[in-house]
């Protein structure tokens, strides 16, 4: 057996397990929580051990001890402020196109408000689960207008903090013919739903 321990999210979506990955601040863990209010069970965000065996339909992924049922959101991702005249704005892509009420142009500048969120506590102990195959990768990557957007990304890369164990997850589940898909996360996008639409796809085909 191997395994390997990736940095993601991994969601049961009406059966399927989904597996998040992208870099920090991309909106994983927001994602999941609007996937888990809907009804979609969590298996653990922020890392996932993955384990891999020939028996296996597909690669496992469960918890780290210390992280299981729990998640860490980030409430402000980035916010806009003028060097010259020290006024801070809410981020928008519209507002740093325009610049400072000032004249000057504006510069982005991260924020890390955090809170954490036991999962069980607020949502119950069915919004948990331990242990999930994992059959569908959901590359997130910042598109235009993301705080965190990189042109230089190119989503046939790995997109998370943990490059080597990436690939060789997505080895694993497109060599038990999963299914890996690239998703550009932008402002006002449903990512929730183009995922639960893509686990539903996923779920048909296995059916057929």
């Known amino acids: 057996m191997e395994r390997v321990v990736v940095h993601g999210t991994l969601m049961d979506v009406f059966g399927v397990g989904v597996l998040l990955v992208g870099p920090r601040g991309v909106g994983k863990s927001e994602t999941a929580l609007e996937l888990i209010r809907r009804g979609h069970r969590l298996v653990s965000d922020d890392a996932v051990i993955v384990e891999c065996d020939d028996s296996y339909e597909y690669p496992v992924g ?3 001890e210390n992280l299981a049922g729990k998640m860490e959101i980030r409430l402000a991702l980035a916010e806009l402020y003028c060097p010259k005249c020290g006024r801070v704005y809410t981020f928008s892509a519209l507002k740093m196109k325009e610049g400072c ?15 954490a969120v036991d999962v069980a506590e607020l949502y119950g102990i ?3 689960r331990s242990r999930k195959g994992i059959g569908v990768v959901i590359k997130m990557i910042p598109g235009p207008h993301h705080p965190h957007h990189d042109p230089s990304m190119r989503p046939d890369e790995p997109v998370s903090s943990t490059p080597s164990e990436e690939e060789k997850v997505v080895k694993w589940v497109k060599k038990r013919d999963g299914k890996v898909f690239h998703l550009d996360v932008v402002p006002g996008r449903d990512t929730a739903t183009l995922i639960e639409t893509v686990a539903l796809q996923e779920s048909l085909r296995r059916r057929r």
């Open 126 to 128: 069915r919004a948990l």
């Open 101 to 115: 009420d000032c004249g000057s142009d504006l510069k982005l500048r991260p924020i890390q408000d955090k809170i």
């Open 62 to 64: 469960r918890p780290p």
